[in-house]
């Protein structure tokens, strides 16, 4: 059968738009970043404290909020406190919590995460707010000079997509 080229032409496109159906062609959710300070921490040793039992249990408790998301990297200073925060889920994800200590190259790293995909990063009071502004989130101004000392629940989702990413505060 001969076709015209108006008629192939057609056709192509029949079958180009055929084929973004059936293989779902849909924008992708963009990579999401949950941002945490550390748990509840002991008040000795001064130098590196651990957490204590409040702050083991909220460690468990971030496991069991964030452990069934596809998470493809866990990061935390190198402190016991931080360490110990992320533990609980990264043994539930089967994951090795990854140490940084530069903030502008971890977000470089963050950054290449693939959509549909979750990292963790665990920091301190100060840290955490200038973890969300390197990654170009307007920080919350009730944090901006560091989270409060008392304060131990907030996680930070960023929704990395488009110039400026989607900035949403929990509670956990």
């Not at 790293?109 to 693939?114: G, K, L, S």
Request: net charge negative; hydrophobic share 45%; glycine share 6%.
């Amino acid at each position: 059968m001969h076709q015209t080229p108006v008629r192939a032409a057609l056709l192509t496109a029949a079958l180009f738009i055929a084929g973004l159906l059936t293989t779902g062609c849909t924008e992708a959710s963009p990579a999401v970043v949950y941002v945490v300070r550390h748990a509840e921490k002991a008040t000795t040793p001064a130098g590196d404290p651990t957490l204590t039992a409040a702050g083991e249990a909220r460690a468990q408790s971030l496991a069991d909020k964030l452990g069934d998301k596809a998470i493809v990297g866990i990061y935390s200073t190198d402190t016991t406190r931080t360490q110990s925060t992320a533990a609980p889920l990264a043994a539930k994800v089967g994951l090795p919590v990854v140490s940084y200590s530069v903030t502008e190259d971890l977000v470089a790293r963050v950054r290449t995460t693939p959509q549909d995909k979750v990292v963790v990063i665990v920091g301190h009071s100060n840290t955490v707010p200038l973890i969300l502004t390197e990654f170009g989130a307007e920080t919350p101004a009730e944090i901006a000079a560091g989270i409060p000392h008392e304060e131990y629940d907030n996680l930070y989702m960023l929704q990395l997509s488009g110039p400026k990413p989607a900035l949403t505060a929990l509670k956990f």
